[in-house]
Nanobody
């Protein structure tokens, strides 16, 4: 069974940095697009960043220039480096990926979420 495990959330002061990680485990044949989403209290879940299997990236306008998504295919892990954090970045961050498990067709998977709080 495929599972995604996030780590790296926490409390940080405005202007600080955090690095989120998401590790996929299980009988995985391939991972296509990997991404990060976030959901703030009272708001809808929104896309933060995506990275394709070829390394192309896409970012929400609100995080461009501050956040960087990257992936390590060998480790089945992807990362979100968050710099110059702002209070409005406070949210639960979810990792997401299109994964083809062994002997199965590709489907979309979500992590359990990790809290990021930006406050002085």
């Amino acid at each position: 069974q495929v599972q995604l495990a996030e780590s790296g959330g926490g409390l940080v002061q405005p202007g600080g940095s955090l690095r989120l990680s998401c590790a996929a485990s299980g009988m995985i044949f391939s991972i296509n697009t990997m991404g990060w989403y976030r959901q703030a209290p009272g708001k809808q879940r929104e896309l933060v960043a995506l990275i394709t299997s070829g390394g192309s990236t896409n970012y929400a306008d609100s995080v461009k220039g501050r956040f960087t998504i990257s992936r390590d295919n060998a480790k089945k892990t992807w990362y979100l480096q968050m710099n110059s954090l702002k209070p409005e970045d406070t949210a639960v961050y979810y990792c997401n990926a299109d994964i083809r498990a062994s002997f199965q067709s590709s489907r979309n998977y979500w992590g359990q979420g990790t809290q990021v709080a930006v406050s002085s």
